[in-house]
């Protein structure tokens, strides 16, 4: 009887290491041509008159956004597929605990929470209303609910959302920071910041996403197409993200801009006082 042997020829392992080589430039590529740092939302918030950027509402609308699409991705996580096997729920576990076993019961999400909180913000939804995507949605503009409602449905087909979005993720992370601490300058040491950013958490998360899908892809080749294709998909949808959140900031320059002074009305003097008082 002929024993087969379980090791790749030269010619599969070939074809395996051209596959990710492949793999690893597309999603490169896909990350480079939808960088978030390159949003003119992060520019126009760092430029806003401290009177705007510092007002309660208009954090408040910048938070629900960005928290909605956070959550989005963190919730879609625990729906990836081709992850079943001991040792990727194994690896898959590190990813949940960053995100949602952080010491003493704490979460990424309840952290953005807090660092909004300590900047004045105005709350649109409470921190348990960021629930199903159905009703999360009917709080949203169309392009954030698009995002939203994408990432339930791609992570839950391929893992090339997860990885563009890992890939990108300590980009805009830096953007924010640096926008927001033009008005507040210690949001950078919220744990929500300052946490990711010390341990490098994101950059981590890109290099597991990466390295996972990548022996998945090996694995089963057929999968390439369609995982690069999310993969676009997923990164054209956070565009309109930023979009979203650069809407905002426009709209809150047009309204302070079209913002009309009360005419000017000196106080009546003691005589006119009586004089209107005797009318």
């Given at each position: 009887m002929t024993q087969h042997s379980t090791r790749m020829s030269p010619t599969t392992a070939d074809r395996g290491n051209d596959l990710e080589s492949r793999f690893l430039a597309a999603i490169d590529q896909i990350a480079k041509e939808h960088?978030?740092?390159?949003?003119?939302?992060?520019?126009?918030?760092?430029?806003?008159?401290?009177?705007?950027?510092?007002?309660?509402?208009?954090?408040?609308?910048?938070?629900?956004?960005?928290?909605?699409?956070?959550?989005?991705?963190?919730?879609?996580?625990?729906?990836?597929?081709?992850?079943?096997?001991?040792?990727?729920?194994?690896?898959?576990?590190?990813?949940?605990?960053?995100?949602d076993g952080l010491p003493g019961g704490d979460t990424h999400h309840y952290q953005l929470t807090r660092a909004f909180e300590h900047i004045g913000a105005k709350f649109l939804l409470r921190d348990e209303e960021f629930g199903e995507?159905?009703?999360?949605?009917?709080?949203?503009?169309p392009e954030t609910s698009k995002f939203v409602q994408l990432a339930t449905t791609l992570y839950a087909r391929s893992l090339g959302p997860w990885c563009v979005v890992e890939l990108m993720s300590d980009t805009w992370m830096h953007a924010l920071a640096e926008s927001l601490?033009?008005?507040?300058?210690?949001?950078?040491?919220?744990?929500?910041?300052?946490?990711?950013?010390?341990?490098?958490?994101?950059?981590?998360?890109?290099?597991?996403?990466?390295?996972?899908t990548a022996l998945i892809l090996r694995r089963r080749p057929e999968l390439y197409s369609e995982t690069v294709l999310d993969a676009k998909l997923m990164a054209e949808a956070l565009d309109g993200v930023?979009?979203?959140?650069?809407?905002?900031?426009?709209?809150?320059?047009?309204?302070?801009?079209?913002?009309?002074?009360?005419?000017?009305?000196?106080?009546?003097?003691?005589?006119?006082?009586?004089?209107?008082?005797?009318?």
């Open positions: 960088r978030p740092s390159r949003s003119a939302f992060f520019q126009r918030l760092r430029d806003l008159p401290a009177e705007i950027a510092r007002d309660p509402e208009f954090l408040g609308q910048i938070h629900l956004v960005y928290q909605s699409a956070m959550h989005a991705t963190r919730a879609a996580v625990y729906l990836m597929p081709h992850l079943d096997a001991p040792a990727m729920r194994k690896r898959k576990l590190r990813i949940f605990i960053d995100d995507t159905s009703e999360l949605c009917r709080h949203l503009d601490s033009a008005h507040f300058p210690g949001i950078v040491r919220e744990p929500y910041f300052a946490d990711c950013f010390s341990e490098g958490v994101e950059e981590r998360h890109a290099e597991e996403a990466l390295e996972v930023w979009r979203r959140l650069e809407t905002i900031v426009r709209y809150a320059e047009q309204k302070n801009r079209n913002k009309v002074p009360a005419p000017f009305q000196p106080a009546a003097s003691s005589s006119t006082k009586r004089m209107r008082e005797t009318v």
